[in-house]
């Protein structure tokens, strides 16, 4: 006995010799730690790929909710009269906030991205692995990074700009000019190190191409009015051959044409209800509701966008689901609580219930209309960018050229209609190609920031409740001017 | 059928024991002592005092004038005696044939033995603030739940049920709430520190200690800042030479405590008349289903256990077997847990002592689904049957009946905490003593939903329409060890008295969870309830669940510590007590820099009471000061907080056809800067006891200061964190400040023993700080209802998870009203009128303000029990007042739903209503606003319960030692102004508090029971 208790006094004495920091270190269990990725080659392909992720994101598409057309007279808020009034409305009449839904998902989506390009842009250079492989890596990321940061300029002008993958907590927002620059500088990044899209084996189409760097290149120098070098830019990509039109104008954002020939650059999708297993809801929140019940509606077609289609333009037919309408065998019935017709107080029709069918994926599900990809840039917008180039630049004949090809195709070979344009007056073609762009690119996103840069936002949106001088820009979140502790200025009008 | 089978069973084991016990009870030899019993403080006879042959069933009554004969084994017998109210006095026969006794009074509190942390104190010679609940109490509620036995007991603890749901487990505050994390108390089991201690069964526990200061909390330093709760469970009682046999089963039934005041069918018609004109068109012909009584039922409850104690030469034991069963109000839930405990102390020499405590737990719960909240928006005029007798379609919930009806889920499990130690005395004075302990906790979830779908009237399918059946499968486990060595040491020189403790721990916690679900199950019977990889991905059936396996760590759950600790009380002269603390945390949840912290305190306490100067005093019995100060801290985060790490379960599509290919990239960064959150507690306390300590009362000031609390802050969003992602930081302070008091006055008249308890606690909760250093935010915005909406901010002078929206000021009557006020543009006649706040003359969200807190400013309880004869009675009650409970299940409206009932009081013209808006389905007027707050103040009376204790002629018939029937009800009925079905809205997380999101009601009991003892 008096051993075993001899024994027990010295239980302390060993314990204490244990060593306690191993003891007290526990790393993270299944998961990586920052500090150790990525490494290897194969991490380099994991890092990239995870920057292409955020584009299924549901809030990297305008927060969630298509706003950029709603603010356009491309279309009304949508869905049932009630939905989302509260949160949606107010980007339709332009009484937004700088609390308003969506805002705050926007911008820390875009800046989620640009941190996953900025760890491939700082990271994966210093991985030892094949060279060619690492040179087109970085330049993807550099082609996303331009991207997000183009949706954030655009959005609000000046931004925070961060190039590391470990920003401060507080920055101030660097001027419009210089996130511009960045832009430039990572585009022609891309462009020169990424391979033409025809080397890309079909199991690769969706990665960035020099062909979209070009092309967003294009759209980049435009927005600020550089045309010389949106020309260059614009030409390199019709006469890499690369690229054309596709034949029926459905297919250019339908699934027949998915990655085909129109295809700039598009984000790929898998018909699953679920972003996380490769889904992405930007249809989702656009497709028509009730019977079929093939999404929640937003984003309506408005008559004013009806309307501007000339006589016979298919592509009116193509862009706008009608009720009774008969698509891959399905009739559009519609919302039993969205009106078929609304009413003004004099008892004109100003809204009909209507749906985007550029969106449109044919199935019997609201998972399959998680299958479609979007198409961030086609080709029509690539010829269009020439046309207008080359209008500004005093090439009114090469771009009629171009214009024309669009109007060709939209025709789809009924010649009795959509004339060809030969208007050469430099301002009247300038508004001519304004209007093509509009039908051509329809709820694509895109016409609301046409109208921007090219100063007829207030002339087109002010009977809208566009107000000058404010609504050119979205307000930055307030959640964000708060945890900056007002570091970051808001935009003018909004506060 | 197979509940029935299964109560037959039990009640075959418990009889088959009872008659084994009577067995043993076989050997008398007659040889008889008499004697008389007098009280010791008015030399009265005492009638009716028991006596009783140590560790024997055996025993008589004293008669009138306090004789009483009994007949005795041999002279190594014991006799005791005991009567309520005196100290019981233990006399050897030897060859005594007459033994008279004089019983002293029983001097209730200060020489009470005190569990604390690490050891044992005389109540007397105690510094800190420590609250005893006695095993009496702690079975006086029917409830799966030890922790349900504290409510309305110690002053300064809340105990709230989060649910009435089978085995659910209630949220417990200690001097309110001190940090935004987890702010849960930590539990001592027999010397095992726990997180959640579900697997005890009330009957096994001798008493509950409650450590809520700093000099009693700061020997379990960065784990003491909610407070520590020391739960010692029953031993075998030393000079028990005979088993103690001990059996109570008690059964009882269940209904739903209140229903809530809802529209019927034609009510609900004519307001949905007047929202859109012409939806019914006969509103006497609706339908009217009250869908609340068609999903409660009345449930049983039933609870048994059976325990055997005793000691023989070197082993002390305690063995004891429980069953507690309970069927929820809301079919397709129960829970049912089986316990086996296991007490052993082998004294194996003078010096050298072994022992263990051990409990082993399986149990088996089902849940329901949440159908309370779809019952409260069901429509009333839609019917839950077609005439075929299929389930109808409810618009905009789902039919809550088909929800039920094919509703399958399960958990089930074992728990086993337990530890083995030894301890060796040495040179007089020291003790030495080691401890391993271990919880290990295996859980089986599995949820099955077949496929079904529920038609419109015209055919069609309605939303609720399973296409595939579903299935889920998870288990999880978790392990900690402990090892404990501590050496103590306790001598009394002279006037000096001095007990120290010092010791070692280490302790590791590792847990492993793993998820798999499943589709389109080959058959819906539980045959079939196994996962089969074409459940998980089948192509053809556009099946593809591969995202959804899982398999991971808890991270709140994995973990290592070492720590020191250390004690020592001095008292001189038994009058002053000097008490110093000190603890020496790590914890592998810090990284190196900050990984170790310490946690000292000190206190002083001082018996006036023994003063000379006070020992003259009349009527004063006792008299003591108290105060305490210390630091204690709070480490319940997750271990990888610190970790920047690598998100990988993310895909990205390419390819034609599309294609799943994986991505990893930085997930939200992580924050290597953590440091463990101090508390900083002060506590001022006076107990005194007067009238010969027939009124006992404590009285204690508290004051708790946290800094540097684990709080998790929005970052920029330039961060790239991603949406809503937050990074923890030490950034806030929260003060908790309040009175304690308790006050007991018991009495003996003749045989009327009576005690009446008042305990009451106040509590001023301030948020001091937040964002700090890092200065990125000022609020925390949480209380998220069901739709996204947060109504609860946390913003310096306010208390933690105040509640915010807008302030209502009446109803716009008319146009002017409208136009001469600033509104949202939703805003109309017959709306709300919402103040604004900060007077820009513009209303909109800046306008949302404080409107209430869901914070107490008083809890309390009241109890009062008496004894007549072989009569007893206990009567509880408990409280709080000056807390506020956002209805938000009422909120929340996409879609029509059922109304209140206060609805009918609506605006329906100018001057019609001034604070019941125009009727609408949801939208402007159900904007969180104070319209929803409402006064979450209640009297509840918790037990009412009526026992009988057989006369000791009928028991020792029967050969039994005590024998005690008795009705007893819980939650009887509540006093409360609040129209849910329960006042008690917990939640474990701080920010999210007092808010009713559609819980599942809490229950009333009735029930009767019986105890033996033989």
Not at chain 1, 203 to 227: C, S, W
Not at chain 1, 443 to 450: I, K
Request: with cysteine.
């Amino acid at each position: 006995m008096k051993r075993i208790i001899n024994l027990s006094l010295l239980l302390p004495v060993i314990i204490i010799l244990t060593s306690c920091e191993d003891f007290l270190q526990i790393n993270p269990q299944g998961q990586m730690t920052q500090e150790a990725f990525p490494t290897t080659e194969s991490d380099a392909l994991l890092a990239t790929n995870a920057a292409y992720t955020v584009f299924r994101q549901w809030h990297y598409h305008s927060g969630g909710y298509p706003i950029l057309d709603i603010m356009s007279d491309d279309a009304h808020k949508g869905s049932n009269p009630n939905d989302q009034l509260p949160t949606l409305g107010p980007y339709d009449s332009f009484d937004h906030t700088a609390t308003q839904d969506g805002l705050d998902r926007w911008w820390s989506t875009l800046y989620e991205g640009i941190k996953r390009a900025n760890v491939v842009i700082e990271k994966v250079p210093s991985i030892e692995m094949d060279e060619t492989l690492r040179t087109r890596y970085v330049a993807e990321a550099y082609f996303i990074r331009g991207l997000l940061y183009f949706d954030l300029v655009r959005a609000w002008g000046g931004v925070p700009i961060i190039e590391t993958t470990e920003p401060p907590l507080k920055i101030e927002r660097a001027s419009v000019e210089a996130v511009y620059n960045l832009i430039e500088h990572d585009l022609l990044e891309a462009v020169k190190a990424l391979p033409e899209k025809s080397t890309c084996s079909d199991d690769q189409l969706g990665r960035a191409t020099k062909g979209a760097a070009n092309a967003l290149l294009a759209k980049v120098y435009l927005f600020q009015g550089n045309f010389e070098n949106a020309e260059t830019c614009a030409l390199e990509v019709i006469e890499s051959d690369e690229y054309d039109l596709e034949p029926v104008f459905a297919d250019a954002s339908g699934i027949l044409g998915e990655h085909g020939i129109e295809s700039v650059f598009e984000v790929g999708a898998i018909g699953v209800g679920s972003q996380s297993n490769g889904g992405n809801q930007y249809a989702n929140t656009q497709g028509v509701r009730g019977s079929p019940n093939r999404g929640w509606g937003f984003n309506r077609p408005s008559l004013d966008l009806i309307n501007t289609f000339e006589e016979g333009d298919p592509r009116m037919d193509a862009t706008v689901i009608f009720l009774g309408e008969v698509l891959d065998g399905v009739t559009i019935l519609g919302d039993g609580t969205t009106p078929d017709e609304v009413e003004d107080d004099q008892g004109n029709v100003i809204e009909i219930e209507c749906y985007n069918q550029k969106v449109w994926v044919p199935g019997n599900t609201t998972d399959t209309q998680f299958g479609h990809n979007r198409r961030i840039l086609r080709y029509a917008d690539v010829l269009l960018m020439a046309a207008e180039a080359l209008n500004e630049n005093n090439k009114p004949d090469d771009a009629l050229y171009y214009l024309n090809l669009v109007r060709e195709r939209a025709r789809e070979g009924n010649e009795t209609i959509l004339p060809d344009i030969t208007e050469t007056n430099k301002n009247t073609l300038r508004d001519i190609i304004l209007e093509e762009r509009r039908r051509e690119l329809a709820m694509e996103g895109h016409r609301f920031w046409d109208l921007m840069r090219t100063g007829k936002a207030a002339e087109v949106l002010g009977p809208l409740g566009f107000t000058e001088n404010k609504n050119e820009l979205l307000p930055i979140p307030q959640t964000e001017i708060d945890i900056s502790q007002k570091i970051l200025d808001q935009n003018p009008n909004y506060e | 059928m197979r509940k029935k089978s299964l109560n037959r069973f039990w009640w075959a084991g418990w009889m088959a024991m009872i008659l084994l016990m009577f067995s043993l009870q076989a050997f008398t030899q007659p040889r008889t002592v008499t004697g008389k019993v007098t009280a010791g403080d008015t030399g009265d006879p005492l009638p009716g005092a028991n006596i009783v042959i140590k560790g024997t069933a055996q025993g008589v009554i004293s008669d009138l004038d306090g004789n009483y004969e009994i007949g005795i084994q041999s002279p190594e017998d014991i006799l005791v005696f005991r009567f309520i109210g005196y100290v019981d006095q233990a006399v050897q026969v030897g060859d005594l044939s007459v033994i008279d006794v004089v019983l002293e009074v029983e001097t209730v509190g200060l020489e009470e033995i005190v569990v604390i942390g690490y050891g044992k104190v005389k109540k007397s010679d105690l510094t800190g603030s420590v609250s005893s609940v006695k095993s009496e109490d702690i079975v006086k509620i029917t409830s799966a739940n030890v922790e349900q036995g504290l409510q309305g007991k110690v002053a300064g603890v809340q105990v709230t049920s989060t649910s009435g749901a089978p085995g659910a487990v209630p949220s417990v505050r200690v001097r309110g709430v001190g940090t935004f994390n987890n702010s849960s108390p930590i539990f001592v089991v027999d010397g095992v520190i726990l997180d959640n201690i579900s697997f005890l069964n009330s009957a096994d526990i001798e008493s509950m200690e409650v450590l809520k200061d700093a000099s009693a909390t700061a020997i379990y330093g960065s784990r003491g800042a909610n407070g520590v709760i020391i739960i010692t469970t029953k031993s075998g009682a030393e000079g028990l030479a005979k088993p103690q046999f001990s059996f109570s089963s008690e059964v009882g039934l269940q209904r739903v405590a209140r229903q809530i005041d809802l529209l019927d069918g034609r009510e609900f018609a004519i307001i949905s008349n007047e929202i859109k004109p012409g939806s019914y068109n006969n509103i006497d012909a609706v339908p009217n289903t009250d869908w609340q009584s068609l999903i409660f039922s009345m449930a049983p409850i039933q609870n048994h256990q059976l325990s055997v104690s005793g000691a023989g030469d070197i082993a002390r034991y305690y063995m004891g077997i429980g069953y507690f069963g309970q069927d929820g109000i809301i079919d397709k839930s129960f829970y049912k847990r089986l316990s086996l405990k296991l007490n052993n102390v082998y004294q194996l020499s003078e010096q050298f002592r072994l022992g263990n405590n051990i409990t082993i737990a399986p149990y088996n719960q089902r849940n329901a689904p949440n159908v309370t909240y779809s019952v409260y928006r069901a429509q009333p005029v839609l019917e839950p049957y077609y005439s075929d007798g299929s389930y109808a379609v409810v618009y905009n919930v789902g039919n809550p009946l088909a929800d039920l009806a094919h509703s399958n889920n399960f958990n089930n499990g074992v728990r086993g905490v337990g530890n083995v130690y030894a301890e060796a005395s040495f040179l007089h004075s020291f003790t030495l003593k080691s401890s391993f302990g271990v919880d290990a906790a295996y859980n089986k979830s599995e949820s099955f939903t077949p496929a079904y779908t529920i038609y419109n009237p015209d055919g069609t399918a309605s939303q609720q329409d399973n296409t595939f059946s579903d299935l889920y499968k998870g288990t999880s486990d978790n392990l900690t060890w402990l090892w404990e060595n501590t050496i103590s040491f306790d001598k009394i020189f002279d006037k000096h008295y001095i007990n120290a403790v010092a010791g070692y721990t280490m302790q590791k916690t590792t847990s492993e969870q793993y998820g798999l679900s499943g589709a389109n199950i080959l058959r819906d019977n539980p045959e079939f309830w196994y996962i089969n990889p074409s459940y998980i991905y089948d192509p053809s059936s556009n099946i593809d669940l591969v995202q959804n396996i899982n398999n991971s760590v808890d991270p709140g759950q994995y973990y290592s510590m070492i720590s020191y600790l250390f004690r020592a009380n001095y008292t001189y002269s038994d009058k002053y007590i000097f008490t110093a603390t000190f603890r020496r945390d790590g914890s592998s949840k810090f990284s190196e820099d900050n990984r170790f912290a310490n946690f000292p305190s000190f206190a002083a306490g001082w018996n006036i009471g023994r003063e000379a100067f006070i020992e003259d005093v009349p009527h004063v019995s006792s008299l003591k000061l108290r105060a305490s100060w210390g630091i204690i801290g709070n480490d319940k985060i997750t271990y990888f907080d610190r970790y920047a790490r690598v998100q990988s379960d993310i895909i990205t599509v390419f390819g034609f056809p599309d294609n799943a290919f994986p991505a990893a990239s930085y997930g939200k960064s992580g924050n290597p800067d953590l440091k463990w959150e101090s508390t900083k507690q002060t506590d001022i306390g006076l107990e005194f006891g007067l009238l010969e300590n027939r009124l006992t009362g404590e009285l204690d000031y508290y004051n708790r200061m946290t800094d540097d609390i684990l709080v998790e802050l929005s970052t920029p969003g330039h961060m790239g964190n991603g949406l809503g992602q937050r990074i923890r930081y030490n950034a806030a302070s929260v003060s908790n400040s309040g009175i304690e008091f308790l006050l007991n006055w018991r009495e003996k008249r003749g045989d009327f023993n009576y005690s009446v308890g008042i305990l009451g606690s106040t509590i001023h909760n301030e948020v001091k700080s937040i964002g700090g250093a890092s200065g990125i935010d000022s609020t925390l915005i949480g209380g998220y209802l069901g739709n996204g909406q947060p109504v609860t901010l946390s913003r310096v002078g306010l208390p933690i998870g105040a509640f915010y929206g807008y302030v209502t000021d009446g109803i716009f009557q008319n146009t002017e009203e409208l136009g001469a006020c600033p509104h949202l543009s939703q805003a109309g006649v017959g709306d709300l009128r919402f103040v604004d706040t900060n007077d820009d003359g513009v209303l909109n969200g800046e306008d949302r303000t404080f409107i209430g807190s869901p914070i107490p400013d008083f809890i309390f309880g009241i109890n009062f029990s008496a004894a007549y004869r072989g009569f007893d009675l206990a009567v509880d009650f408990h409280g709080q007042a000056g807390n506020e409970i956002f209805n938000g299940k009422e909120v929340v409206r996409p879609d029509p739903y059922n109304f209140e009932q206060h609805v009918m009081e609506r605006w329906t013209g100018e001057n019609t209503s001034d604070t019941e808006p125009r009727p609408s389905f949801g939208g402007y007027n159900y904007l969180p606003s104070d319209r929803f707050i409402q006064n979450g103040s209640f009297l509840r009376l918790r037990t009412l319960s009526l026992g009988y204790t057989l006369p000791e002629s009928l028991s020792e018939r029967w050969h039994i030692a005590r024998a005690r029937i008795y009705l007893k009800g819980n939650n009887i009925f509540t006093l409360t102004r609040f129209t849910g079905y329960t006042p008690e809205i917990g939640s474990n997380d701080v920010l999210s508090n007092g808010i009713d999101n559609g819980i599942y009601p809490i229950t009333a009991i009735y029930s009767v029971g019986l105890n033996l003892t033989f």
